[in-house]
């Protein structure tokens, strides 16, 4: 795990310099969703059982109220993880014919009546889809916070400007700048290239910027990256399948986070700690995202 004093090192390098730096120091426990393999992904109980486990980061993925509040939630839509379909029978929309509830189309006060926790378990009833804002008040001074613009275009359709509120939200917790605050360090990310480019030139973001991908990258393709990317999260098959990538991206002093490793689909490993192990000892992974932060290597 990352240690205080490499985190100030980071952020008097990132002040010194007024710009962004690599995110992070090796080896680095990124909580998925939180603690989501013995929680409710997305729930103030994963986010505190991260805490408890030691993760170095914990992630929230953001998606956008009706009201335009940012709320931590995987979907788009409502129905996996929540009760909507019970509170909210007659709202529902039909996509290629599937009922679905968009988070879009729900204020807060709505979405903040319905149980995001006893799909996974019956004691976790009761457990709320948190604003982005009860998530830091949760996390803040604790570990480092990497949030996730999800869907930023499908909000832009509706008017809603994700990457603004989310340098709202920042600005007034003061985490808006590299260093602001030594032990919440913030690191964002995203699949969309454009939401990225956008921090950069329209909120003029000075924090680390992390691109999500799926498709491996040629050399050349991570140069492009690097205009608008600090950091490379590839999926861990494609390091798998690849391992130079994390050295073409090192080359341009890129770091690499990998995603997901969890129970229960660990591949040719015997168990999840066996495939982080090797994806930061034999890889050289900076971090990585997992649903298990309890079995993150610590020697």
Same mark, same amino acid.
């Given at each position: 795990?990352?240690?205080?004093?490499?985190?100030?090192?980071?952020?008097?390098?990132?002040?010194?310099?007024?710009?962004?730096?690599?995110?992070?120091?090796?080896?680095?426990?990124?909580?998925?969703?939180?603690?989501?393999?013995?929680?409710?992904?997305?729930?103030?109980?994963?986010?505190?059982?991260?805490?408890?486990?030691?993760?170095?980061?914990?992630?929230?993925?953001? @998606?956008?109220?009706?009201?335009?509040?940012?709320?931590?939630?995987? %979907?788009?839509?409502?129905?996996?993880?929540?009760?909507?379909?019970?509170?909210?029978?007659?709202?529902?929309?039909?996509?290629?014919?599937?009922?679905?509830?968009?988070?879009?189309?729900?204020?807060?006060?709505?979405?903040?009546?319905?149980?995001?926790?006893?799909?996974?378990?019956?004691?976790?009833?009761?457990?709320?889809?948190?604003?982005?804002?009860?998530?830091?008040?949760?996390?803040?001074?604790?570990?480092?916070?990497?949030?996730?613009?999800?869907?930023?275009?499908?909000?832009?359709?509706?008017?809603?400007?994700?990457?603004?509120?989310?340098?709202?939200?920042?600005?007034?917790?003061?985490?808006?700048?590299?260093?602001?605050?030594?032990?919440?360090?913030?690191?964002? @990310?995203?699949?969309?290239?454009?939401?990225?480019?956008?921090?950069?030139? %329209?909120?003029?973001?000075?924090?680390?910027?992390?691109?999500?991908?799926?498709?491996?990258?040629?050399?050349?393709?991570?140069?492009?990256?690097?205009?608008?990317?600090?950091?490379?999260?590839?999926?861990?098959?494609?390091?798998?399948?690849?391992?130079?990538?994390?050295?073409?991206?090192?080359?341009?002093?890129?770091?690499?986070?990998?995603?997901?490793?969890?129970?229960?689909?660990?591949? @040719?490993?015997?168990?999840?700690?066996?495939?982080?192990?090797?994806?930061?000892?034999?890889?050289?992974?900076?971090?990585?995202?997992?649903?298990?932060?309890?079995?993150?290597?610590?020697?």
């Amino acid at each position: 795990m990352r240690s205080l004093a490499a985190l100030l090192v980071l952020a008097s390098v990132a002040v010194a310099a007024d710009k962004p730096v690599a995110p992070y120091t090796k080896p680095t426990c990124i909580a998925h969703r939180g603690a989501s393999f013995d929680a409710p992904e997305h729930t103030l109980a994963a986010y505190e059982l991260a805490l408890k486990y030691g993760a170095d980061f914990v992630e929230p993925d953001l @998606q956008l109220t009706k009201d335009g509040v940012l709320v931590c939630l995987h %979907d788009t839509t409502l129905e996996r993880t929540t009760n909507v379909k019970d509170v909210f029978p007659d709202r529902a929309k039909e996509v290629n014919g599937k009922k679905t509830w968009p988070v879009a189309e729900f204020t807060l006060k709505e979405i903040q009546m319905l149980d995001a926790g006893g799909w996974k378990d019956k004691k976790f009833a009761g457990q709320r889809v948190p604003t982005f804002q009860q998530m830091i008040d949760a996390v803040k001074g604790k570990a480092g916070i990497i949030p996730e613009t999800k869907a930023p275009e499908v909000y832009g359709k509706l008017g809603l400007n994700m990457e603004k509120e989310l340098m709202a939200v920042l600005k007034a917790n003061k985490l808006d700048a590299p260093g602001a605050d030594p032990k919440t360090p913030v690191v964002i @990310q995203s699949f969309s290239a454009e939401s990225l480019k956008a921090l950069r030139k %329209d909120h003029a973001c000075r924090l680390p910027l992390v691109y999500l991908f799926t498709v491996d990258q040629t050399a050349e393709k991570l140069k492009e990256m690097k205009e608008y990317a600090d950091g490379i999260a590839p999926n861990k098959a494609l390091v798998l399948k690849r391992p130079g990538l994390v050295a073409d991206a090192h080359a341009l002093g890129m770091s690499v986070t990998v995603w997901t490793c969890r129970s229960g689909s660990t591949g @040719q490993f015997k168990d999840v700690k066996a495939e982080m192990r090797h994806m930061l000892k034999e890889l050289k992974v900076d971090a990585i995202f997992t649903d298990n932060p309890d079995q993150f290597p610590k020697e």
